[in-house]
Structures are given as structure tokens and as C-alpha cells.
């Protein structure tokens, strides 16, 4: 069997792309579409997660940035700018890394996961950290970009929602048809709209009957999208959503209201359970912004919203080695034991005897 081509070989004849651009990839997409039989069961419905964290650099982005960054080397860049609250920047790096193209990668001081700053440091991105929050790194980014020789890779580059489209396609491709709904978190709206995109361009060419209801879930303490506002200091601990003014927030009420779905906010102690139980019961482990479509399930399921008989897709965005600080903060006093190197001890310490 051949090897999967990553997301531009795979469906370049549906990407808006320069037509034979020589795709740049790490062999990304083609990730798990995993039952959880946690959440099928409390829903009654058949509940899909798209496992993104199973992508070359642990996060969805990679989808968007073999497209993005395939275009920038094929139009001559030299070097490549984002803004980002981590995995963007991951991303962009290692793409970047790829095919000999410098990275440079604006992120809010002090709000990054470490593994995702390990990432960006070790694919040898240049990392400025800004005083000031992602809405300020994707101004600074623009900027740069229009006024001196870097190309911009944020999701506002329209090749990255062409890229991350593909994540539509797969889901339908292994369901035979779309999911009645599909739930995921939504930070800078980049990767809803994106979905929405795939969704409808799959329907129109007659691969799926229907286009599913987008429900997208929020930070409460991040959640512009659920108050028709921008937000001034977002604030959560889900830090890859920690997002005030969505740059694709047109597109992402389009696809909202396009699809009857709608934009909800979950608290943080909501989506760090989520992840939690997520971990335990299904063994996926994510990071905490990705579980907060899970939260948004959950919630709904307490508001007394019945998802019983359909079937559910929902995205979960990273992987949870991108962040163990805050996975493990949330747990309180677990204490590992230390023990002799002895069989009656270790028996004894593991409760077996
Ligand atoms: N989940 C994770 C793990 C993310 O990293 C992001 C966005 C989202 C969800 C939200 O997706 O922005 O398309 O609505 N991370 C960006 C970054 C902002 O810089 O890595 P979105």
C-alpha cells in the first residue's frame, strides 16, 4: 500500500492552490477518525473524534501550513512570519524548516506552552516574545509582512483554509457521508471556517448528502464570538484559544449560521475536565484548548439538548504531550510512590496485596 501523500497530494484537484505548485509536507492529515465510546454512550449518539494531534507537529495546523508554505517557497519567499498562541508557530516552523525558508514567529510573552516554544526553537525559528496578547502579535505580523520581505502564514493567508479543508474531506471520506453535527473549539475562527469550506465544496461535488450544524465552543473568558464583541484581555488557560478579535470572524458566523449551528462558551474548570475525562475514559489524550468541543458537548448535554441518534464529529485540535504544565496542575495532589526495588513492596504499593 502506498503511503499516504499528505493533504495536498491527496485532494489537490479540490485545493485552491497555484496549479502545480510542488507540495512542501511532513506527510501530514489522514488522522484517526476515533468512536468515543465515552461519549456515544452519555449522548446516544455515535460521536467521532478527528484526532488532529496525530499530525507531524501535534496540532491541525500542519493542514493549513504544507499549503501555505508550499505557495510562499513557490513564489520566491525568503522568509516567513506568524503571529501565534503556539501551534501556528510549531507549524510554521517545521514546514519552514523543510524547504529552507526562515521563520520568524511573533508570540504573547509568557503565554506558551513549552512544548510548543521547544518546537519552534528547535526547528530553528527565530521566537520574539511581545508584550502584549495574539491580537497584537497578528497586527505586528501584518505589518511586517506588507512593509518588508517576509511572507505571512496565519490563517488570513487564504492557502491555510485551503489546506485545513482537507480535515472535511477525510471526515467524510471514512463516514460515507457528513456528520449531522460537528463540534469543535474556535479561537482566531480559522479552522471553522475552514471545515465549513470542505463541508459545502464536498456536498456540492456529490460526495456527502448534507452539510453537518457547526457548534463552535469557546473560552468564557475568550468567547468574543459568543458575545458579538471583541474581547480586550482574553483570558484562559486554554492558551492556544486565548483570543480576543478572530480574524476570520465573517467567515465563522457564515458558517454558523449557514449550517443552523452556533458559537457557545465553556468555563476553564469545564474544559480541564473535559480533558481529563477524555485521557481516562477514551485514551486520547489532548491539550486543554482542544478539548473544549468536548466541554461544549458535555454542556449541552446539562442544558438538556438532545444529541440522542446522530452522528457527531468532533475536532480535537493538539496533542496533550503540548502542554503537561497545565494538564497536570489540574489534577491536585496526585502523588507518585516511590518504592524498593522489591516485588512484595511494589505489590503492596500497587494495592495487589
Ligand atoms: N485548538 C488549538 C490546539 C489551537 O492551537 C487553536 C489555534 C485552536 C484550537 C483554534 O483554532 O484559531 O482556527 O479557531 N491556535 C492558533 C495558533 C491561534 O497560533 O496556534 P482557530
Not at 43 to 52: I, M, Q, S
Not at 238 to 265: C, D, H, M, Q, Y
Request: with cysteine; proline share 5%; net charge negative.
Amino acid at each position: 500500500r502506498p503511503q499516504w501523500r499528505g493533504v495536498i497530494d491527496e485532494y489537490r484537484e479540490l485545493l485552491d492552490l497555484p496549479a502545480g505548485v510542488p507540495a512542501v509536507t511532513l506527510r501530514e492529515g489522514g488522522t484517526p477518525l476515533v468512536r468515543s465510546g465515552w461519549l456515544s454512550g452519555l449522548t446516544g449518539a455515535e460521536v467521532w473524534l478527528k484526532v488532529e494531534g496525530n499530525n507531524p507537529t501535534g496540532s491541525f495546523k500542519d493542514r493549513g501550513m504544507t499549503a501555505a508554505i508550499s505557495v510562499a517557497k513557490h513564489e520566491g519567499a525568503r522568509a516567513v512570519v506568524c503571529a501565534s498562541t503556539g501551534n501556528t508557530s510549531a507549524s510554521m516552523a517545521a514546514y519552514a524548516a523543510n524547504c529552507g525558508l526562515t521563520p520568524l514567529v511573533l508570540v504573547p510573552e509568557g503565554k506558551i506552552a513549552a512544548g510548543k516554544m521547544a518546537q519552534a526553537i528547535m526547528h530553528g525559528a527565530q521566537v520574539l516574545m511581545v508584550r502584549g496578547n495574539f491580537d497584537d502579535c497578528l497586527t505586528l505580523a501584518r505589518q511586517l509582512a506588507e512593509s518588508y520581505p517576509v511572507a505571512l502564514v496565519n490563517s488570513v493567508n487564504p492557502a491555510r483554509l485551503e489546506g485545513q479543508k482537507t480535515a472535511a474531506f477525510e471526515i467524510v471520506d471514512f463516514l460515507g457521508d457528513a456528520p449531522d453535527v460537528h463540534v469543535l473549539p474556535v479561537g482566531n475562527a480559522g479552522n471553522i471556517s475552514a471545515y465549513w469550506l470542505g463541508y459545502t465544496q464536498y456536498a456540492a461535488a456529490g460526495h456527502a448528502t448534507r452539510r453537518p450544524v457547526m457548534r463552535g465552543f469557546q473560552a468564557a473568558g475568550a468567547a468574543p464570538l459568543v458575545n458579538g464583541a471583541p474581547v480586550a484581555d482574553p483570558e484562559t488557560k486554554a492558551t492556544a484559544i486565548r483570543i480576543g478579535n478572530p480574524a476570520s470572524w465573517k467567515l465563522a458566523v457564515a458558517a454558523a449560521e449557514e449550517s443552523g449551528g452556533r458559537f457557545r462558551a465553556v468555563t476553564d474548570d469545564q474544559i480541564l475536565s473535559a480533558q481529563r475525562e477524555l485521557a481516562r475514559r477514551d485514551g486520547v489524550f489532548v491539550e486543554p484548548a482542544s478539548a473544549t468541543g468536548v466541554a461544549g458537548l458535555l454542556d449541552d448535554l446539562d442544558r438538556g439538548e438532545s444529541y440522542a441518534g446522530l452522528t457527531v464529529a468532533v475536532t480535537v485540535t493538539g496533542h496533550g504531550l503540548k502542554d503537561t504544565v497545565t494538564a497536570l496542575e489540574g489534577l491536585g495532589d496526585v502523588v507518585d510512590s516511590v518504592v524498593d526495588a522489591d516485588v512484595a513492596d511494589v505489590a503492596r504499593a500497587a494495592g495487589l496485596a
